[in-house]
């Protein structure tokens, strides 16, 4: 390593030593005209002679230009070649490069990581520039990152804190009861990305860690997003929701290069309740600032002078930010930095990331350390291998419940308008070293605490462990034919630690405290053999095989130390455990499998792709095998037939594919399960009726893609239209329990989806000192259930009746259709209220909207000005519905704004009708409008549902090259700050459905990205945190 | 050149061959690996007791069922407790259906699988399947007293619907059940079936004996209005076969743990200060004096530093509104909680209340069914009326650990009557009778009902049953109704549970057929089989 740092000075040296003692010497800089990077290895000819250099690593060249010429013709591989005059006092130039696909297609890393050319493939793939994830970092998640990015994806974000999981779907919701996470491929093999803990109802949950958050975007040299199944038909399983192949960094030949990326951002929140700030504690419009009553219905707040729930005298006056200040600053600390280097022999990557976050709620922290080394060795001309090991260590302080149960957002966001910060701060008396909490005046004493005891005696903490090693070898058999072998072992060790302290409502039950301890043990052992040829069969005719096979093994463990009473009051050990309990499941699952592809290439413009695979699989009955095949058409137009010369390029593509899953490990067999219990415990039959006839689930896709650019490619359009349908489903549905058993399960449906997906870029202004490139994608996906099956024909979605609204899958309807109590109409269609002008609820609960947009749409601008560098994103959802169970809740204390109007007797006219459509003169007041809508903790969930239409400036970032010295005789060859934002403001956001007379609708508060969790259960808001705004500031270093 | 060619193609043979016979032939492992080492597959003898101790947990109502198969239902409407939380509505007569499931569905996933594998793994004549047997009915009784018709004879069996059976049958079928168990556990009393796993008696079928014989006298006063004969036959023959006499001696109580959520609903709801005593339970305890009532309840304000808290007992009337509720009087914190062996330290309770045992049947309740049996002329044994319930009295004293002789004597010759609450809506007195045995059987039998019902507390679920059953116990109306199919609150009142909403979609056509069964329309104001008031 160290010659190789000798060496490259000493070149250095010369180039600027050699070409010193000539007259005229004319520096300059090539770029490309693309993204602003220097063109290495460019030729630069003085015309007409035959003196010549070659461009640095950064694309400089300094040349001698003989007084008698003036014209340097630059040209490089892959770009069209330019000829620029130097006028006669010029010492330096720059020159951009236009890329030329004729010359060099761009290439894409496809299923098991095999390399295409884009031109050939038949099916839509688009590709992610890991600068646009390494600049403008989401700190929780890098999926989060590809929000806006992707045409077609609908990116929601874990409302875990930083490090929770985030949920992608490309192309619509199909399973549902699995998972509709697109496959994360890294490195040609699929990474463990499932998630430990997510919510399944609005009863709220711990969101946990994905394996997604612990990818290292720093690391990432390419991103390949294949949105159909039809890309991923050599997945199998869960292939179905596309994928997203992720190539990492390998070390480079012949040069030594460190690169530094720092990054610091600040979070605030972004999307916060709106507060009345008029009335504080009490009911009925009378002041109650006592324990009395922890609602803010009281009196007006004059700041008169009262006693508080601590009996201390305060006064009684407005709080307005009294939950603002609640939420720190976040912070998120990065740092990585990364070695590359290495001789023809042998090339190393090194990698260090660090990451420290500070999350909005206070104590919530995560600090991550990635650890990445790679090797690549070419052991003989046909041998070689290529080594990887990568381990993460990662802590999570303190992760924030959702919900409403010791949710520490729900908490806050109920704190009396009179109560101040300061009071709430004193949570506890400690007496004997025991704290006890505070009197609070919350609603519910039984369901709500004190949010500073919460995030001050409770604590639920992660710690991640994972290890994954990476081989593979190659053989090149002969020049036409290699042969491929991969290993690739991932294992994950969670450990989390819940702690409550003894007095915390609701967890701490026993004498002392409440403490879990629980090891998880993720483990996926790959392994796969793959032989790769290519033949030309005629000049015109080439073909291109791969035949492989598969092995994966997918283990899971999970042990459960569980103390709930601790003889040593909060000791939180297993060791003071009263009475310890243990408890665990595993799972595990193994996949043989063999596949064949094929690739058929004509004139180099028309190819045809077919595969046929074939999995054996633990979860199915024997023979334990299934197959599914694909096959494509491609046709590049603009080389078949001569095209008006506005097209540069006009590519058609079709395909049909299949993608197979193979279930549900130990399903098939009747089982009882232990549990601890009086006496020596209990053997319990489990409640589902096992499925021995087990099938695989397919989902059948069929895809039409159009490609084209204009103008000498400065504008390219991508067309896609699709359909699939997720046909034998694994479903389970209820039985009657009568049976003895709860629910079984069966395959069974189609569920379909349709859309189309635009994707344009552009650069409408290029030149010398300004260039101007768009990126714009528009997609919309329709989605219907064709069929459940005759048992079934409507199903619930995760955790069932949801308390504000539930999430559903029903014959005829949509993929999570969203249902929930109604205003009740009367027979002439009137708002339906009672004698008193109280609204009148629904008996049933009435369909409230679906919780996918329509629509998703991403626009991003580059501008670049000389040094100068300025992106901003645009995204935007159109339609879908979300209900705001947080708002339903609040509403029942008089806390949201809305509340705050109509306090006076006889001041709400809702103008209502009695059930037979008469008019129903009669007034309410606020307290009874709300109180009837919210229920508190039960409501009628259509006076907060949410048009969830948004727009909004997803990122920004400005950037400045500083000017490093063109000679290279400077230690730093590359520099660039950048000032970056995430979540800047919004454009335009939708507002309540409801149109309450008088009341009106109200502006959607929430950001309907955050959910509660990234399973199944979506569209409902209940105790998320808010989502944030970023702002921040990049350093990238390359010496 | 060539021989390259030829090696290589050979390379490709061997390797796609080898690929394909990897593949095919590591598939003996799989069934090995789809199976949950965690789980038991297959049931052997020494897996019984297991079932045995799951059976009789959940068929008593056990600690994840609790507060939503019995509290928020029979104890409110046997007002026992008034609701103190303003988002629960069943005390105002609103039921919700995917609430009260918790006391139809782990009844048929969680007791019956476990007692037919009993059924299929023992002998007809053994011991362990007559224990089985009483277990069964004693939890389908629960059942049948909520919604009348139920799935029953069909129970257990896979497939997509399960007919509903007429109560009257299903009442046929306990009898049998009963008779059956009692014949087994005479010849077999020197048995010890299932030991320790039997966490009502450990294996003790002398008691069992009692048990079984006092299940059925309650199950035959049930039907005494609706088939007298029946009855009085079932009743006699029930207290021939021996009887529970004495407390705490021959009562059944279930033990509870800490250990796997194993613990006592009652307790560990009690901390989510959710219920208040009634002012119904405050009407008779304290005009009575009645020495169960710091057994029963705790005074106003108690603490773990202040167990007396103020002194004060007080309840409120059941059916508050929201509005209501939120008065100062009405609050939780002014109102008695649960007595202390089912809270915790905090509310002045005792340490170890999670596992407090859980009353599932006790001797004073065979006391007071055979007094009532005794007014209906049944052969009850050698004693009178006023002996009978007497002595029920006396062992529901001392089932409480309340013997002194003279506090039980003045008690039962007592002439108090119940005093008015002092309550929210200034409510009268409930009722107007004494302890003391009365000189009129209508007075007597009002007497009995109420006593029983004190006996019977906290098992709401039998002490609803009886109040819909004889309606000789006087409670108060019920103050708020938001139930439209109750009007009248003095004279309509909840005796039923209408058919599960979950039921109708996934068991409908049996529901259909179930509801020809009832009599009437499927609403809460229609009687059971039973209740012939």
Redesign the interface.
């Given at each position: 390593m160290k010659s190789t740092i000798a060496f490259s000075c000493l070149f250095l040296c010369m180039l600027g030593s050699v070409f010193a003692q000539n007259a005229r010497t004319v520096t300059g800089k090539v770029t490309s005209l693309k993204d602003k990077s220097g063109i290495p290895g460019v030729s630069v000819v003085v015309k007409g002679s035959s003196q010549a250099v070659v461009s640095n690593a950064d694309g400089v060249f300094s040349i001698n230009l003989p007084q008698t010429r003036t014209v340097l013709e630059i040209s490089s591989v892959g770009f069209t070649t330019q000829q620029v005059t130097v006028g006669p006092s010029q010492t330096s130039i720059s020159v951009s490069l236009e890329e030329n696909s004729e010359q060099m297609g761009e290439v894409v890393v496809t299923a098991l990581g095999i390399t295409r050319e884009a031109k050939t493939l038949v099916y839509a793939a688009q590709t992610v520039k890991p600068a646009t994830l390494t600049e403008v970092r989401d700190p929780n998640n890098v999926l989060n990152s590809l929000t806006g990015k992707v045409a077609n994806a609908v990116i929601t974000q874990g409302s875990g804190g930083p490090g929770s999981g985030a949920r992608i779907v490309m192309r619509g919701n199909r399973s549902i009861q699995g998972s509709n996470n697109a496959l994360i491929v890294v490195d040609g093999v699929p990474i463990t990305n499932g998630t430990n803990s997510t919510a399944t109802s609005d009863f709220g949950s711990v969101q946990s860690s994905d394996g997604a958050s612990n990818i290292n975007p720093d690391d990432i040299e390419s991103m390949t997003v294949l949105r159909g199944a039809s890309a991923a038909a050599l997945y199998g399983s869960q292939a179905g929701n596309g994928v997203i192949v992720i190539t990492t960094k390998k070390g480079q030949k012949g040069k030594l290069s460190v690169f530094l990326n720092s990054g610091i951002a600040f979070e605030k929140p972004f999307a916060l309740p709106r507060f009345q700030n008029k009335y504080g504690q009490g009911?009925?419009g009378t002041r109650q600032d006592t324990?009395?009553?922890g609602?803010s219905w009281g009196a007006a707040m004059n700041g008169e002078s009262a006693i508080n729930h601590l009996g201390e005298s305060t006064t009684y006056s407005s709080q307005p930010d009294n939950v603002k200040d609640f939420f720190r600053t976040g912070t998120t600390l990065n740092n990585s930095i990364g070695i590359s280097g290495g001789s023809d022999k042998m090339q190393t990557y090194l990698s260090y990331a660090n990451s420290a976050i500070q999350g909005i709620v206070p104590k919530n922290n995560l600090m991550r350390h990635t650890v990445n080394l790679r090797l690549s060795n070419q052991i003989s001309s046909k041998f070689s291998t290529d080594a990887k090991v990568t381990y993460i260590s990662q802590d999570i302080d303190n992760r924030p419940r959702t919900g409403e149960e010791n949710a520490p957002v729900i908490d806050i966001y109920q704190i009396p308008r009179n109560v101040p910060l300061a009071t709430a701060k004193q949570y506890e008396t400690v007496e004997g070293g025991i704290p006890t909490p505070t009197a609070w005046p919350s609603t519910?004493?039984?369901i709500y605490q004190n949010p500073y005891w919460v995030i001050n005696r409770t604590a639920i903490n992660e710690t991640r462990d994972r290890v994954i090693g990476f081989l593979s070898a190659k053989y090149q058999?002969?020049p036409w034919?290699d042969?491929t072998g991969r290993a690739n072992l991932d294992r994950v060790f969670d450990r989390t630690e819940t702690q409550y302290s003894a007095?915390t409502?609701?967890w701490a039950?026993?004498?002392g405290g409440y403490y879990q301890r629980s090891t998880i043990t993720t483990t996926q052992k790959w392994f796969d053999?793959i032989?790769n040829?290519q033949n030309d069969i005629t000049n015109d005719l080439t073909i291109g095989y791969h035949?492989?096979?598969i092995?994966q093994d997918n283990r899971f463990d999970q042990l459960d130390a569980i103390a709930?009473?601790l003889n040593i009051t909060n000791k939180f050990s297993i060791d003071y455990a009263?009475?310890p309990?243990i408890e665990?499941?595993?799972?595990?699952?193994?996949t043989?499998?063999?596949f064949g592809q094929l690739n058929l290439s004509f004139k180099d413009f028309l190819f045809l792709d077919a595969s046929l695979r074939?999995d054996?699989t633990?979860?199915l009955p024997?023979?334990?095998s299934f197959q599914y095949p694909s096959v494509g058409i491609s046709a590049i137009i603009s080389d078949m037939v001569r095209l008006p010369t506005l097209f540069s390029f006009l590519k058609a593509s079709v395909n049909y594919a299949e993608v197979g899953n193979g279930g549900r490990?130990?399903i098939?067999?009747?089982?009882?399960?232990?549990?601890?219990?009086?006496?020596?415990?209990?053997?319990?039959?489990?409640?589902t009726?096992p499925i021995p006839g087990l099938k695989p689930e397919i989902v059948k896709n069929i895809e039409v893609n159009l490609d084209a650019k204009f103008l000498a490619n400065r504008l390219g359009l991508t067309l896609s239209f699709y359909k699939s349908n997720s046909t034998n489903q694994l479903l389970r549905?209820?039985?009657?329990?009568?049976?003895?058993?709860?629910d079984k399960y069966i395959n069974a449906g189609d569920i379909r989806n349709t859309g189309f997906e635009v994707v344009v870029n552009g650069t409408p202004v290029q030149n010398d000192q300004f260039t101007w490139d768009l990126t714009l994608n528009f997609a919309t996906n329709k989605n219907k259930i064709i069929r459940l099956s005759e048992?079934l024909k409507e199903t619930q979605l995760a955790g069932g009746?949801g308390r504000s609204a539930t999430p559903q899958v029903k014959e005829g309807g949509s993929y999570g259709d969203l249902i929930g109590l109604g205003w009740a109409r009367s027979t002439k269609g009137g708002y339906q209220v009672t004698a008193a002008g109280i609204p009148v609820a629904t008996t049933d609960r009435i369909y409230l909207g679906n919780f996918n947009p329509k629509s998703t749409l991403g626009f991003s601008n580059s501008f670049t000005y000389g040094r100068f560098g300025l992106r901003i994103l645009i995204d935007g959802r159109i339609g879908g519905t979300m209900v705001s169970g947080t708002e339903m809740n609040l509403a029942f204390s008089g806390i949201p704004e809305a509340t705050g109007d109509y306090r006076e007797a006889g001041s709400l006219n809702l103008n209502g009708q009695d059930a037979d459509g008469n008019p129903i003169s009669a007034t309410t007041t606020a307290q009874d409008f709300w109180?009837i809508a919210s229920?508190?903790?039960?409501g009628v969930a259509e006076f907060f549902s949410y048009d969830m239409t948004n727009f909004r400036v997803r990122e920004l970032s400005f950037g400045y090259d500083i000017p490093t010295k063109a000679d290279n005789s400077k230690f730093i060859k590359k520099a660039r700050i950048s000032f970056v934002a995430r979540n800047l403001f919004w454009l335009y956001r939708g507002s309540s459905k409801l149109d309450i007379p008088m009341i009106g609708t109200r502006k959607m508060w929430f950001d309907p990205d955050m959910s509660l969790g990234n399973g199944n259960f979506q569209g409902i808001e209940y105790g998320a945190l808010p989502s944030t705004r970023t702002l921040g500031a990049n350093l990238q270093l390359t010496f | 050149m060539k021989r390259i060619y030829f090696n290589s193609l050979g390379t490709v043979t061997t390797l796609a061959l080898a690929v394909m016979v990897l593949s095919t032939s590591c598939t003996k492992d799989f069934e090995d690996i789809n199976t949950n080492k965690k789980k038991v597959v297959a049931i052997g003898p020494s897996e019984l007791p297991f079932l045995f101790s799951k059976a009789q947990s959940v068929a008593t109502i056990n600690q994840g069922n609790y507060q939503v198969a019995q509290n928020l239902f029979a104890d409110q409407y046997a007002q026992y407790y008034a609701c103190v939380a303003t988002y629960f509505p069943s005390d105002r007569n609103v039921i919700r259906m995917d609430w009260v499931g918790a006391a139809f569905n782990p009844i048929y996933t969680e007791v019956v699988p476990q007692l037919q594998t009993l059924f299929a793994n023992t002998d007809p004549s053994s011991p362990e399947y007559a224990l089985s047997n009483v277990i069964w009915v004693l939890a389908f009784s629960k059942v049948t007293d909520y919604w009348g018709p139920i799935p029953y004879f069909q129970a257990g069996t896979p497939g997509s619907s399960v007919p509903y059976d007429a109560q009257e049958l299903i009442y046929d079928d306990f009898f049998n059940r009963l008779t059956a168990a009692i014949e087994v556990l005479k010849a077999n009393t020197g048995a010890k079936p299932f030991g320790s796993a039997d966490l009502i008696y450990g294996g003790d079928v002398s008691k069992w004996l009692k048990f079984t014989n006092t299940l059925r006298l309650r199950l035959a006063l049930r039907i005494s209005k609706a088939d007298p004969a029946r009855a009085q036959a079932e009743a006699e023959a029930a207290v021939a076969d021996g009887v529970m006499m004495k407390s705490p001696d021959d009562d059944a109580l279930i033990k509870r743990s800490v250990k796997g959520d194993d613990g006592n609903g009652l307790s560990i709801m009690s901390d989510w200060n959710e219920f208040r005593m009634s002012a119904s339970m405050e009407s008779y305890l304290k005009g009575y004096e009645d020495p169960r009532l710091p057994v029963y309840f705790l005074p106003v304000g108690a603490t773990q530093a202040n167990p007396a808290g103020n002194g004060q007992y007080n309840g409120l009337r059941n059916g508050l509104s929201s509005t209501q509720l939120t008065q100062t009087v009405n609050l939780a914190t002014n109102n008695s909680h649960v007595g202390a062996r089912w809270t915790s330290p905090a509310f002045g309770g005792v340490g170890n209340h999670n596992e407090t045992p859980q009353n599932v049947l006790e001797s004073a309740e065979a006391y007071f069914l055979r007094a009532e049996g005794k007014l209906l002329n049944w052969n009850m044994g050698s004693e009178s009326a006023k002996e009978l319930y007497e002595a029920g009295i006396t062992n529901s004293l001392a089932q409480w650990g309340i013997s002194a002789a003279d506090v039980v004597s003045s008690y039962i010759s007592s002439t108090k009557t119940p005093i008015a609450p002092g309550d929210f809506l200034n409510s009268p007195p409930v009722a107007t009778i004494p302890v003391s045995w009365a000189a009129d059987e209508a007075t007597q039998l009002q007497q009995i009902a109420t006593q029983k019902w004190l006996a019977l507390f906290p098992d709401g679920m039998e002490a609803w049953a009886d109040f819909r059953r004889s309606r000789y116990l006087k409670l108060y109306p019920v103050a708020n109704t938001d139930n439209t199919d109750i009007k009248n609150t003095t004279t309509e009142y909840i005796r039923r549970i209408p058919f599960l909403e979950n039921e109708t979609i996934v068991n409908g056509p049996a529901v259909e057929e179930a509801k020809k069964l009832l009599g009437g329309p499927d609403k809460v104001t229609t009687p059971l089989w039973w209740d012939k008031n």
């Open positions: 009911n009925g324990l009395t009553s609602e519910l004493s039984s058999i002969a034919l042969v007095g409502i609701l039950s026993q004498a053999l032989l040829g035949v492989g096979g092995f709930n009473g009263t009475s309990r665990g499941t595993a799972e595990s699952q193994q043989q499998s063999v074939n054996w633990s979860p024997t023979p334990y490990p130990a098939r067999n009747s089982t009882y399960t232990y549990a601890q219990g009086a006496g020596s415990g209990f053997l319990t039959r489990d409640a009726l549905i209820g039985l009657p329990t009568a049976t003895g058993y709860s048992d009746y109180q229920g508190k903790r039960y | -």
